[in-house]
């Protein structure tokens, strides 16, 4: 393991400046790193010399690609599944800790950010992102549902598209991001390193990226509204899927297909959870929600599976257990969930 810190934190100009740096592996979140960043803030917040935090990811291919989920499938056939409820349980309560950070907290969304990456940015006070900003929450390819506060901002999204982005791990543009609630402003990836500067020479965060935005334009996810909305406010999974199929245009037909290839199990607690998020009125509820419903995946076989699949392997052929809807116990997720 390398002696590099995994997170760069230091103070300039009155700015806690955090850079997640494990530029190899898209800065993909290990404990370690949720560590890091949770004592960096702990210190900041009572520091009169910090006035804002700034987030950003080291290397050019985004800000962060999600948890290493590498790490968890090794510590499930590790016997240690405990180390990743630990892992997940403060990785959540970080997500609560930004969410109600008192000081202005600046995320530079560019490039690859999804699952934990949206957890540590899309929950701060400025979310950024740039036209090569890719943003989802993918957890239903690999056996997982979304968690990290992602329900809570899913469930908040038009209409349902958030729906269908949880269900389908669909991937945000800049423009998809800001008008569904995961961003606030978009910056071209061009005037980013002279944001950054004004940032970290002290100037007012809101009026520096007020400075440097520009219109995100359209979204193109708002042209899919009509028939998303149509097809993703069925009450089961099976409905959403008729309801795609009876639709039958090309780009109902894709939807349905890419459900077809996800984790039956993930599907339904991920339905249940986007639905259940909406009646929550705090995000600790929803981060309470999503450990309890992640700690039962985690006991399941296809967290490892699916990551073996897409990850490890990278056969994209992953066995799900059970192998249908029809076979998943919604009760069962409904209960868990409850």
């Not at 016997?79 to 990743?84: C, F, G, K, L, V």
């Not at 968690?147 to 209409?159: E, F, M, Q």
């Not at 705090?282 to 296809?302: A, F, G, I």
Request: charged share 25%; aromatic share 4%; with cysteine.
């Amino acid at each position: 393991m390398s002696d590099e810190p995994q997170v760069l934190a230091r103070v300039e100009n009155g700015v806690g400046h955090l850079t997640l740096n494990r530029p190899r592996a898209i800065n993909a979140l290990t404990h370690r790193m949720i560590i890091s960043i949770r004592d960096a803030l702990g210190q900041w917040r009572s520091d009169a010399r910090v006035h804002s935090v700034l987030l950003d990811g080291a290397g050019d291919r985004g800000l962060c690609a999600g948890g290493d989920i590498r790490g968890l499938r090794e510590n499930v056939l590790a016997s240690r599944p405990n180390d990743t409820r630990d892992f997940w349980r403060d990785e959540y309560t970080l997500c609560a800790v930004i969410a109600n950070y008192p000081k202005p907290y600046v995320a530079l969304m560019d490039g690859v950010t999804m699952g934990g990456g949206v957890g540590v940015a899309s929950h701060g006070s400025i979310r950024v992102v740039t036209e090569r900003s890719t943003v989802a929450m993918p957890e239903t390819r690999i056996g997982l549902a979304p968690d990290i506060g992602g329900t809570w901002l899913l469930s908040r999204a038009p209409g349902e598209i958030g729906t269908y982005l949880g269900l389908n791990a669909a991937t945000m543009t800049g423009a998809d991001a800001v008008w569904c609630g995961f961003a606030d402003h978009l910056v071209p990836s061009t005037n980013l390193p002279e944001l950054r500067d004004a940032l970290l020479a002290g100037d007012d965060p809101a009026a520096a990226v007020a400075r440097f935005e520009a219109d995100p334009g359209p979204a193109p996810l708002e042209a899919n509204r009509d028939w998303v909305d149509s097809c993703y406010s069925a009450a089961t999974v099976p409905e959403v899927i008729d309801r795609l199929d009876a639709l039958g245009t090309d780009a109902a037909r894709a939807a349905s297909a890419e459900l077809a290839e996800l984790c039956p199990t993930s599907l339904v607690a991920t339905l249940a959870g986007v639905r259940r998020s909406r009646q929550r009125d705090h995000l600790r509820d929803v981060l309470d929600q999503e450990y309890r419903t992640s700690s039962w995946l985690l006991d399941r076989p296809d967290l490892v599976e699916g990551i073996r699949a897409r990850v490890v392997d990278k056969d994209n052929a992953p066995r799900w257990n059970p192998a249908t809807i029809a076979e998943v116990d919604l009760a069962e997720v409904e209960q868990m969930i409850a």
